[in-house]
Nanobody
Framework: QLQLVESGGGLVQPGGSLRLSCTAS???????VGWFRQAPGKEREGVAC???????YYTDSVKGRFTISKYSAKNTVYLQMNSLMPEDTAVYYC????????????????????WGQGAQVTVSS
């Protein structure tokens, strides 16, 4: 059973940066992996996903500000978040499942079987 553990959340001022990390219990080389988020009262939203072939999807609201990357040697996926805004406040979840078209997978939380416990990100002055 794949386990995912997030770290790196916290409180940051608008315009600041945070980096989330997700460490897996096994290699992610053959999986699609990514980040979803859920704000209070809102549905889960796919933020960024990366497939085994390196294909990447970003939701429009984070393009140019967030960067997803993988470090295979450490079974770790990162989400670098820059120019953070209050509307980025949410619980961020690391997700993984068998590789597929991330442009489709990242729009549907039901496409991912494995979820981390979540990391709170709060953007506030």
């Amino acid at each position: 059973q794949l386990q995912l553990v997030e770290s790196g959340g916290g409180l940051v001022q608008p315009g600041g940066s945070l980096r989330l990390s997700c460490t897996a219990s096994r290699t992610l080389d053959y999986d699609a992996v990514g980040w979803f988020r859920q704000a209070p009262g809102k549905e889960r939203e796919g933020v960024a996903c990366i497939s085994s072939d390196g294909s990447i999807y970003y939701t429009d609201s984070v393009k140019g500000r967030f960067t997803i990357s993988k470090y295979s040697a450490k079974n770790t996926v990162y989400l670098q978040m820059n120019s953070l805004m209050p509307e980025d406040t949410a619980v961020y979840y690391c997700v993984a499942d068998a590789a597929g078209a991330v442009q489709n997978m990242c729009r549907d939380p039901e496409r991912f079987s494995f979820w981390g416990q979540g990391a709170q990100v709060t953007v506030s002055s």
